[in-house]
C-alpha cells in the first residue's frame, strides 16, 4: 500500500508540473456549466494570451434548464461575449499551476465583469471556476424573467484544455 501511495504521489508531482497561464500566445479552451438564478446551462470559451498577463477571449453560454415554468426562447436562452483578462497567477506567485483572473467582458445583453481561477493538473487539462455579473445593462426596462438569464450573477464550474 506505501508503495503505492508513493507512486502515485509521484505520478501527481510529475503530472502537476503544469502552467495556468503562460502569457502571449498561450490558449486555453473551457467547457462548463453555467448556473444562474432560474436557468442551467452550457458555457464554452477561448481565450488567448496577448501578453505576459493579458489575455483576450470569445465565450457563449446556452440555458438549457428552465425553472418555475419559465418558457424562454432562443434569443433569451442564447448569450455571446468577448473577454478581456488580467492573469495575475505568476504576479502573485502562488503556483505555475494556478491562475487568477479578473476580467471584463461585452456581450449580446450586457456589459459586465468576472472573476476567474484556473487550476491545471496537466500541462493539457485542469479545472476553473468563475463568477461573473452585469454592470451595464443594455435593456434597462423591467426585464422579464426570461429576459434576465444572463443578465444576473452567474457562476461556472468546468475544465479547461491547453490548445
Do not use: C, W
Amino acid at each position: 500500500m506505501k508503495k503505492i501511495v508513493l507512486i502515485a504521489f509521484l505520478l501527481a508531482a510529475y503530472l502537476g508540473n503544469a502552467q495556468a497561464f503562460t502569457g502571449k500566445d498561450d490558449k486555453k479552451l473551457f467547457v462548463g456549466a453555467n448556473l444562474q438564478e432560474n436557468a442551467t446551462g452550457i458555457t464554452i470559451g477561448l481565450d488567448y494570451g496577448m501578453g505576459e498577463n493579458i489575455s483576450l477571449g470569445i465565450s457563449s453560454a446556452y440555458a438549457l434548464n428552465l425553472s418555475n415554468d419559465l418558457t424562454a426562447d432562443f434569443v433569451d436562452r442564447f448569450d455571446l461575449r468577448g473577454r478581456f483578462n488580467a492573469n495575475l497567477g505568476n504576479v502573485l506567485n502562488i503556483s505555475d499551476n494556478l491562475d487568477v483572473y479578473p476580467g471584463l467582458s461585452l456581450g449580446l445583453k450586457n456589459f459586465g465583469g468576472h472573476f476567474g481561477i484556473r487550476y491545471l493538473f496537466t500541462s493539457g487539462f485542469g479545472v476553473y471556476s468563475e463568477v461573473g455579473t452585469t454592470f451595464a445593462k443594455y435593456n434597462t426596462d423591467n426585464l422579464t424573467e426570461a429576459e434576465q438569464i444572463h443578465n444576473q450573477f452567474v457562476a461556472n464550474i468546468g475544465a479547461i484544455f491547453n490548445l
